[in-house]
């Protein structure tokens, strides 16, 4: 196989090589250089290719759409510049949207981090049979949101469902699951929760176990509690994991459709509730233009649905930079457990 | 995301690292080691101590948590429309067949399984593939704009591009895809995260003098693409494949939009079953739980390879 010898790039030449280089190069010796330099563009090109045409241009184009009149059947009608947007903007349905899905978001996100945190802290206790436990926590993450959503929304049925004869069972009337606002909003957010929770804990996990232990237990020995070395040392120091987490966690969580879609079809038409109460922006999208017919206003939606997820992205990435650096200036126990952890490495 | 710089993940864990006494592994499963030495100074909370009953009682609650509502389908499923009614079932009926049977009556499931199948394997090859010519690419060869494309490369991986449907639906109609899997297919060919996932892998685990040997002993790119890097890569390309199953298997919004109900995928066939006025629970919750087995059976082949998956992700960013 040995068909071409070439010379490395860097070092000093030996005088043979510098001979063969004042020689003309041999149509293999050209190939060579060809492959070598073309190569890589030959192997990252189906990427950009393809993702060009299927990811960035439609995303660039949706910008064109939202500047016209564009009916689903009628197609393309005239310039109308930011109109749709203005319209959008002024439209109550469009606010009401952007309420729902923050709550919705904000009432999944927060507790599911929690749990989350919690859960990974236990299973890094050492247990017994962890991918036992691991599989465990894992497995809701393999139902489908339309599954989830379907199992949900029938155990959150106002009449009979689940939950409300649970709640009968303490005492507690049946509560209006579907009908009132911020309960369905709970009821959407819980399906979101039980499918991501033991998700987001496993990655968790994973930071958690790489942080070294004699942190730990310096800081045990200098008498930080539990609790304390929670605080002190396990947050900080899984900090870029959170981040990552919460980022995720917000392009997911605002881009929410399958649940409030298909929570209580059959009285509501899967249009996000009988008022709307859960319909989050991504279905008023799709109400917009599938229902309605109005790609031009859909395509502002989806724009402005863009840039709302890119300005929640850079706060809570600052947000939660902030939060996460709480320890930023460690009080002196923890700095002292870090100094002694350290010196206690290299020792 | 330039902050979640890559860590190396020991392959052992370390315990209590003390300087007089050399590291001891961590005997995940208990096993192995007799003695006291099982009971070892592991966790955050317990130093010297094992978890305790309050650990795995409050992790059993919330596994039982998780998987009740899975039950409750289960039994609901199994029973009629009138279990559903009661305040904690908790044993299956003998109707599971009959609901079944309604549910194949009422959904074309066998042509939605298999479309989602087909979707599902076509989308996973090409996007393994692609992602691990483009990753080998970024991570080990060098080339003019390498930096710059990859930046663009991470840019793009936050970019919700669920919002371009619209257009996307557009193109489609004009090629007259709309109602075929085609349709479904294309727009995922590639994914910004699997040549990031790939990438990640690559530069880490394949040394730089092995290409050059390959280089030296004679063989072409396309050569030591095969030979070298493809061997590396195996173990990141299932679990890449794996995710990628797994998302093109649990899309809802893009099918719905251009697949028509005769021709569903697993997900807009399931929910069509809700979408009549008189909806009997027991069949809709059978639909729910055919609909899982598929995945329920992958969990069990390939539990441990998602769950590495999602712990590597997490320390590779």
Known sequence: MTTTIRPPASGTPTPQRRAAASEPLTFRQRLSRFDVKASPYFYVSPFFILFALVGLFPLIYTLVVSMHEWDLLKGQGPFVGFENFVEILGDSMFWNSIGNTISIFLLSSIPQLTIALIVAYLLDQGLRAPTFWRMSVLLPYIVTPVAVAIIFSSAFNEADGLVNNLLNVFGIADQQWKHDTFLSHVAIATMVNFRWTGYNALILLAAMQSVPRDLYESAAIDGAGAVRRFFSITIPSIRPTLIFVIITATIGGLQIFAEPRLFDVSTAGGIGGSDRQFQTTVLFMWELAFFRRDFGEAAAVAWLLFLLIVAFGLVNFLISRRIATGGDRPNRRTRRARERATRGGAA | ?317
């Open chain 2, 1 to 317: 995301m330039s902050t979640l710089t890559p860590e190396p993940i020991p392959a052992v864990m370390v315990d209590d690292v003390e300087p007089d006494r050399p590291a001891r592994p961590r005997y995940d499963d208990g096993s192995g080691t007799p003695g006291r030495r099982r009971r070892r100074a592991m966790g955050t909370a317990g130093i010297g101590s094992r978890p305790g009953f309050l650990t795995y009682g409050l992790l059993a609650a919330f596994i039982i948590g998780g998987a009740y509502p899975l039950w409750w389908s289960v039994v609901v499923g199994s029973g009629t429309n009138a279990t559903r009614g009661e305040t904690l079932p908790l044993i299956p009926g003998g109707n599971f067949f009959v609901n079944a049977s309604k549910v194949l009556d009422a959904i074309p499931f066998w042509l939605a399984l298999g479309n989602s199948i087909i979707i599902s394997a076509v989308i996973t090859i090409s996007v393994v593939t692609f992602s691990t010519l483009a990753g080998y690419a970024f991570a080990k060869l060098r080339f003019r704009g390498r930096d710059g494309l990859m930046v663009f490369v991470i840019a793009t991986m936050a970019i919700p591009t669920q919002l371009g449907i619209i257009p996307l639906f557009m193109v489609m109609r004009e090629l007259g895809w709309t109602g075929t899997i085609g349709a479904v297919i294309v727009p995922t060919l590639v994914t910004a995260f699997g040549v990031f996932f790939m990438r990640q892998y690559l530069v880490d685990v394949i040394p730089d003098e092995l290409i050059e040997a390959a280089r030296v002993d004679g063989a072409n790119q396309i050569r030591t693409f095969f030979n070298v890097a493809l061997p590396a890569a195996r173990p990141a390309m299932a679990i890449l494949g794996l995710f990628t199953f797994m998302m093109a298997w649990t899309d809802y919004l893009w099918p719905l939009i251009v697949l028509s109900p005769t021709n569903p995928t697993l997900q807009t066939a399931l929910s069509q079953l809700q979408s009549g006025y008189y909806v009997d629970y027991s069949v809709v919750l059978t639909g729910a739980i055919l609909a899982t087995v598929p995945l329920l059976v992958l969990f069990i082949v390939a539990g441990k390879q998602l769950i590495s998956g999602i712990m590597q992700g997490a320390v590779k960013g």
